[in-house]
């Protein structure tokens, strides 16, 4: 048997090189050109003329001077933060959000506009009109659109395979964004957006896998394993919501009973506290809202604050199934940090707490104990961020 070698062209080692050093730059801050070639272990020429290249495409810039080492002072570069601006997006909540980003995870511009219940065409014609706002709002060259989307996804394909709530089934919302806007589009599960967030931007560098669990109106784990994105064969994976954790429990709008989603989510909270409110006229919601007809997530939260003892038990509830499901995450893909993230993680260690403990139940204390549970740092704005690090990911490989 003759073995065979794919050889790389020029012009892909070009490409490598340049996304090399340009990763370096980055994840540096400042940094030599003598220093970004014994990091990447490329000649100082290479180093040389493809800084050239970074400049005169204005990502990078010369910044001052670094410390002698007996000779002439090195001069230092940096990435120019704000030379390409992102479009970061989340679909996955009542209010479609999104929000001009620089290369640092600096926001520019904010926008969001209320669902109230539009679906189908009427949710994409509200995607559109998002996505005018934020490209207008843009003042430097725009790098491309990332989107975390509710729903199964193929992320290949730019596909919406079936998003419930928003009434899409095989919606080819990447094309259709790419041909509306002329830029590229990166799609993918907002869970698992939020983990590329989170690992971005969020947590300690030094993380090599995370798995961030979203808590909104549904339910999501999203799997980063050494430094990348886990999808699962179908495109599927963290799909924890539809794990069964009540047995001949409600039935679950996929169909099944006893789901996750049907015992932990945002809009169950928010019933649970209408019913808590109705029956108690002691309870401490009726501080924060006239009527159950004006509790939210937000009123919830303050009488959390306050110590109302029937919302605070809520809350601590839904840890608990939650605990369950965290659980099954450890016990198989043994990833050492879980991070919570969605709207019911403001409700912090008040959820946390309980995940914690319903955790250490249920997995063999080596791995509990190896395990760290913690709300997840970039609170109600993951999605969005998460959507801009799959664009410096995809565009310029920086995660």
Known sequence: MIASTTKATRAQTKSHNKTLIFKTIYDHGQISRADVARVTHLTRPTVSSTVVELIEEGLVAEVGQGPSEGGKPPILLSVVEDSRHLIGIDLANSEFRGAVIDLRGKIIHRCGLPVDERDGEAALQLVYQLVDELTAAATSPILGIGIGTPGLMNPEAGVVRKAVNLDWQDLPLRDLLAERYRLPVYIANDSQVAALGEFTFGCSRQLSSLVVVKVGRGIGAGIVIDGQLFYGDGNGAGEIGHIRVVENGEVCRCGNTGCLETVVSSRLLISQAKEIMQRNPQSLLHQFAAAPAE????????????????????????????????????????????????????????????????MHRHVQPTQANETTVVVANLGTDIVIFGAAALLLANELGLV
């Open 295 to 358: 509790v939210n997530t937000s009123v919830i939260l303050q009488a959390f604050a306050a110590g109302d003892p029937d919302v605070r038990q809520a809350v601590a509830t839904m840890g608990r199934y939650l605990g369950i499901a965290v659980a099954n995450l450890v016990g198989i893909l043994n990833i050492k940090q879980i991070a919570i993230g969605g709207s019911l993680a403001r409700f912090e260690a008040g959820l946390v707490e309980p995940v914690r403990q319903e």
